[in-house]
């Protein structure tokens, strides 16, 4: 089975640090993924990324950015961390659009 | 682009009764369909798909949905559900074309009482 593996389960920072998620998956996929999940407003899409460093904005990009140096590591980073970007991240990837994503855990970041 | 409405965001339903989650999507082309299911203090897994033909598809854990082209909707249902079936559930949309990425309903949660 594919695995996709998020470092932290949950983590707790201070408003404005930088704070660095992680994600790693071991299927060779091209697509890799990054969403938050929050309470009546399903997954939202930060951002995405379809080769080793190519990304593209999702729907909430504002007030994170990405890195994709590896194909198998895909790094979230929130550059000066907010009180409102605490959340469940959550990391997917995919080799193409009919085979769906395969999910991590989930991080779940509180922002203090 | 396309988007995703799920219409109920809460189901309490009782043991062995039956279940149905409804979800609508919006797209200008061609889409495979998803529904995922995230059990408490998980990750989402994918339950099952519509990719094409048949219109009824179904999971190995008894659940089926019917993707309706010309209502737009995949809705989701299960003729008897179990307490474990307590979850939240998402459909999502994608369009066909390599480069992808999948829009996500609001989600439906699921409570099943004994």
């Known amino acids: 089975d594919v695995k996709v593996t998020q470092s932290s389960r949950y983590l707790v920072k201070r408003t404005g640090e930088k704070v660095f998620l992680e994600c790693v998956q071991d299927?060779?996929?091209?697509?890799m993924f990054w969403y938050r999940q929050d309470p009546g407003l399903g997954l939202r899409l930060i951002y995405f990324s379809y080769d080793v460093k190519m990304k593209e904005k999702g729907d909430i990009p504002e007030g994170y950015s990405v890195s994709r140096e590896k194909k198998e590591r895909f790094s979230l980073i929130l550059e000066s961390a907010s009180t409102n970007q605490t959340s469940m991240y959550l990391c997917?990837?995919?080799?193409?659009?009919?085979?769906?994503?395969?999910f991590g855990s989930g991080t779940r970041l509180t922002v203090v | 682009a396309q988007s995703v409405t799920q219409l109920d965001s809460q189901v309490p339903v009782f043991e062995e009764a039956p279940v149905e989650l409804r979800c609508n999507y919006s797209s200008s082309v061609s889409v495979y369909l998803f529904w995922y299911v995230q059990y408490p203090n998980q990750g989402l897994q994918l339950l099952l798909k519509y990719l094409s033909g048949s219109t009824l598809v179904e999971s190995i854990n008894g659940f089926e949905a019917e993707f309706n082209k010309s209502q737009t909707s995949f809705h989701l249902r299960k003729p008897s559900v179990h307490i474990s079936d307590t979850a939240e559930y998402f459909c999502a949309v994608s369009g066909l074309r390599k480069n992808y990425k999948l829009s996500f309903g609001a989600g439906t949660t699921v409570t099943v009482r004994a």
């Open positions: 299927m060779d996929h091209e697509n």
């Open positions: 997917a990837s995919s080799p193409q659009a009919l085979y769906g994503y395969t």
